[in-house]
């Protein structure tokens, strides 16, 4: 949030409710879109994604060779600095977003709020 200047807000939706998550639906339909399919080569996957359309629009489509790094975790010091800059949504009167807040953080660059 910081090193880009944004706030960033997680949502976290609970198991077995994919159809409330963006990422799963359209996982979806490109399941659909390539749908029987030998996807041998990593070109031919990225063909299929590149030209199925969700809601009319096209994905932004770029195969990424970083490899994540898993396994890093934060010591309690590290995470109560973090924990200062989050902010929980568990207020259930909060006018916006009431009762999401086992749902939802926001993660702030400032003290300002992401509405």
């Known amino acids: 949030a910081h090193k880009h200047q944004v706030n960033i807000r997680l949502a976290y939706y609970p198991p077995y409710h994919s159809k409330y998550n963006p990422i799963e639906r359209t996982w979806a339909i490109l399941e659909n879109h390539w749908n ?3 996807l041998d080569e990593v070109e031919t996957a990225l063909k299929f994604a590149s030209t199925m359309k969700w809601k009319g629009d096209h994905p932004v489509v770029k195969l990424v060779h970083k490899t994540y790094e898993n396994g890093v975790k934060l010591t309690k010091k590290a995470m109560a600095q973090i ?9 259930s009167t909060h006018e916006v977003f009431p009762n999401l807040g086992n749902w939802f953080i926001d993660i702030c660059c400032s003290k300002t709020k992401v509405i």
Do not use: A, P
């Open 36 to 38: 029987g399919s030998i």
């Open 83 to 91: 924990e200062k800059q989050i902010e929980r949504l568990t207020d």
